[in-house]
């Protein structure tokens, strides 16, 4: 059951966070990935602005070892590369092997470079909802081969997990604060991924998004007037304060029974 | 089946395969097309995801109820009896398969549908999907049917992975991911028009599909235009509703307020 499965994937990052002592980061993703996907090294970098795409361009968030360092820079030396490709496709790139001959005319510069650097296999995944792009999770293998099936499904959600995580690190960078219910906002609040609260206490899990989730974050950007990001850091923040499941706020906004003002709050209306 | 339709529909979908691909453009053509040509009343495409569930990536109609009727074979119902198996599944009169689907039938009932036929997405020995048609007359779907229904998906599994490399396992993956966040997106400009002009989500993606074939562009790259607000995209703007367009609920406060979106 996906739920399940992702419930687990929360669970080995609270764990890891909690033994490092803080709220889960990007660098918790990065050090599971390791742990569990059976890759070498793991790197997140957060693109430089809202959904911009181009390789070369964002910052490293975390990286767990040298050759993933490496990697990283060699990217944004030579402006090619599995990262720069997973954000323009919106979809992830899967190389097991970039000793293959299709490799060399695809990344002529950052193909060699990285197998000098001891990467033999690569994979990015961009971190995105939509058109909500914020980073990629870039793996690497010492060896090649392709990730099984169960790892690439494991990927995609610790991919999930650090989207999450991105918007949250955003958000509370960009002080979009949080709607207390009553027409303010709560620039002190902060949605406190450690323990996982999802609205309703559920962990929450992008790969059972409702189609509602999504169409409700189009709506946010109208009725609040922000980018998608911001939207749908504010469903989410809306949900939490009102301890509802997010599935069935977004279900009020589509049928119209709720409404969120610029303030994100309903307008004197519906709760 | 409408033999009449058929060649014209296998044609138009392989020239899809070769310019400007779209894989969210031709995916939406494969469903209208199965409808058509095999009198069907609704079809639906369906993909695994890697994650563990089956996702609508396309239907012959956006309408609420028939998407949920999708979505919610996760748990039960002829997608994912198909999906596991690897095999055809079909029945020929909802009203009696009460055991065999018990919520699921109740509810395809309820939205009108009496039989169901879903043929299995195959890359190999994979299982990637499924394409699931409806209709809302009892009787089996004859086994022409069910023949061209399986090219059709077939056709599906080949436009997913439209070139020949080694990397083909992983490239179908990564199609599968583009074709899955794809559809996030049009979600996402379904919700943002619809509050913009007033319309339900039927009616917005109608407007979307119309406005990126009138432009000749891909409904996939339009959608993210749109939603992110990269482009100026005149006539999905405010003040250019379309006619028909349903009243909005609630206090007569003008329609926008805060930040002026980009667009026109």
Known sequence: MAVSRMSAIWDLLAAHAADRGGPATAAD??????????????????????????????????????????LEELQLTFGEGPRGDALA?????????????????????????AQLAGAA?????????????????GLYRRLPGPLSTRELGDSLMLADAATVLLLDRQDRDGRAGIPD???????????????????????????????????????????????????FVRLRAYAYAHDRRLVDVARDLVTRTLRLGPGGSPPGGTA | MDTDLLPEAFVELADTLVAGFDVIDFLHLLTDRSVQVLNASAAGLLLADPRGELRVVAASSEQVRLLELFQLQNDQGPCLDCYRSGQPVSEADLSTAGERWPNFAAIARRAGFAAVQALPMRLR????????????????????????GQALADVATIGLLNERSLRRAEILNEQLQGALNSRVIIEQAKGKLAERL???????????????????????????????????????GPGSPTPGTLPRPGSPEPPRSGRQPPSA
């Not at chain 1, 490799?103 to 950052?110: E, G, L, Q």
């Not at chain 1, 902060?190 to 059972?208: E, K, S, Y």
């Not at chain 2, 020995?125 to 061209?148: K, M, S």
């Open chain 2, 198 to 236: 007033g319309l339900d989500m039927d009616q917005a993606f109608a407007a979307l599909r119309r406005y990126a074939r009138a432009r000749n562009r891909g409904l996939s790259d339009l959608a993210r235009a749109f939603v992110d607000g990269s482009e100026e995209l005149p006539g999905l």
């Open chain 2, 125 to 148: 020995d994979e299982t990637i999907g499924a394409l699931n048609l409806f209709r809302t007359v009892p009787g089996a779907f004859d086994a022409a049917d069910v023949r061209v």
């Open chain 1, 121 to 137: 296999a690569v994979f990015a995944f961009p971190l995105q909802i939509g058109a909500i792009r914020v980073g990629v999770l």
């Open chain 1, 89 to 113: 496709a919106g979809a992830p790139v899967l190389v097991p092997d970039l000793d293959a001959s299709d490799i060399v005319s695809r990344w002529p510069a950052f193909g060699p470079g």
């Open chain 1, 181 to 231: 219910g009553d027409g303010g906002t709560n620039t002190d609040g902060v949605l406190n991924w450690n323990d996982r609260a999802g609205p309703g206490g559920q962990p929450l899990d992008l790969g059972l998004h409702r189609a509602e989730i999504d169409q409700a974050t189009g709506m946010l950007t109208e009725q609040l007037g922000v980018s998608i990001d911001e939207a």
């Open chain 1, 29 to 70: 993703v990065c050090a599971v990935c390791v742990a569990t996907v059976a890759v070498s090294g793991a790197a997140v970098t957060a693109t430089g602005t809202a959904g911009a795409g181009q390789a070369g361009t964002g910052h490293v968030i975390c990286v767990t070892d040298e050759v993933g360092e490496q």
